[in-house]
C-alpha cells in the first residue's frame, strides 16, 4: 500500500458527460501528479500540483482540468468525455527533501466511455 | 525533450533465469532514472532508483546502473521468480531547476512473464 487513495476504482459513463476524479496523497505530500494510461499512448504526465498552486502541464487536453486543495486532495475533471478517454488515470504523491523526486502512485481509476 | 525507450517485449523466462531488460534515454541535464513494476490489476510501485551517474539502485535483486556515457539504465536479476511477472517500466525525472522539474517521463512498458 503506497497511502495514496483514489476513487472510484472504476468508473463507466456515457459519451459527452462529466466526471471527477479524486485522489488523496500520502500524508505530508505536497505534491499530486495525474497520468493517463492507455494502451495507445502508454503512460503520459497531464499534470502536476505543488501545495494547491499548479506547476506543470503535459499533454492533458483542455476539456480536463485539475485542482488540489487546501487538504491537498486533488481532483481531475474531464468533460464532454469521448471514447478515445476511455483510460487508467492514476495519481501520484512526492514529498520534499531527498525524496523529492520519488512519486507513490495510487491504485487508479479506471474510466469506461461508452 | 526528454524519452526513454525499452527494450521490446514481451518477455519470457523460465524460473530461476537470469533477467536483462534494456533502457535507454534522451534527456538534457542530468535526471533522475527510475524502474517502476505494474503487477495486474495494480498501481505503479517504485522498484529502484538512481540519481547520478554510476550509481547502482537495487531492490528486491533487481538492480541497474546508471549509465551516463550510454545513456542507459539496464534492469537485471540473477534468478527471476514466478511471482516477478509483471510490467516494468523505466522512467526519468529531471532535476530540480529544469522546465520538466518532477513529472516522469515513462518508457513504453516491459510485460515480464516467468513460467515455472
Known amino acids: 500500500d503506497s497511502g495514496v487513495t483514489q476513487t472510484p476504482k472504476h468508473l463507466i459513463t456515457a459519451t459527452g458527460q462529466r466526471v471527477t476524479l479524486r485522489c488523496s496523497p500520502r500524508?505530508?505530500?505536497?505534491?499530486v501528479y495525474w497520468y493517463q494510461q492507455s494502451l495507445d499512448q502508454g503512460l503520459q504526465f497531464l499534470i502536476h500540483?505543488?501545495?494547491?498552486?499548479?506547476?506543470a502541464k503535459g499533454n492533458i487536453l483542455e476539456r480536463f482540468s485539475a485542482q488540489q486543495f487546501p487538504d491537498l486532495h486533488s481532483e481531475l475533471n474531464l468533460s464532454s468525455l469521448e471514447l478515445g478517454d476511455s483510460a487508467l488515470y492514476f495519481c501520484?504523491?512526492?514529498?520534499?527533501?531527498?525524496?523529492?523526486?520519488?512519486?507513490?502512485f495510487g491504485p487508479g481509476t479506471r474510466l469506461t466511455v461508452l | 525533450g526528454n524519452s526513454v525507450t525499452q527494450m521490446e517485449g514481451p518477455v519470457t523466462l523460465s524460473e530461476e533465469a537470469f533477467l536483462t531488460i534494456n533502457c535507454t534515454y534522451t534527456?538534457?541535464?542530468?535526471?533522475?532514472l527510475f524502474w517502476y513494476v505494474q503487477y495486474p490489476g495494480e498501481g505503479l510501485q517504485l522498484l529502484l532508483k538512481?540519481?547520478?551517474?554510476?550509481d547502482k539502485g537495487s531492490n528486491k535483486g533487481f538492480e541497474a546502473t546508471y549509465r551516463k556515457e550510454t545513456t542507459s539504465f539496464h534492469l537485471e536479476k540473477g534468478s527471476v521468480q514466478v511471482s516477478d511477472s509483471a510490467v516494468y517500466f523505466c522512467?526519468?525525472?529531471?532535476?530540480?531547476?529544469?522546465?520538466?522539474?518532477?513529472?516522469?517521463?515513462f518508457g513504453q512498458g516491459t510485460i515480464l512473464t516467468v513460467h515455472p
Open positions: 538512481a540519481t547520478k551517474a554510476d
Open positions: 501520484a504523491s512526492s514529498g520534499s527533501g531527498l525524496s523529492y523526486n520519488e512519486q507513490f
Open positions: 500524508s505530508g505530500d505536497l505534491s
Open positions: 500540483y505543488y501545495n494547491g498552486e499548479e506547476r
Open positions: 522512467a526519468l525525472s529531471a532535476n530540480a531547476g529544469g522546465t520538466s522539474y518532477g513529472k516522469l517521463t
Open positions: 534527456a538534457t541535464g542530468y535526471p533522475s
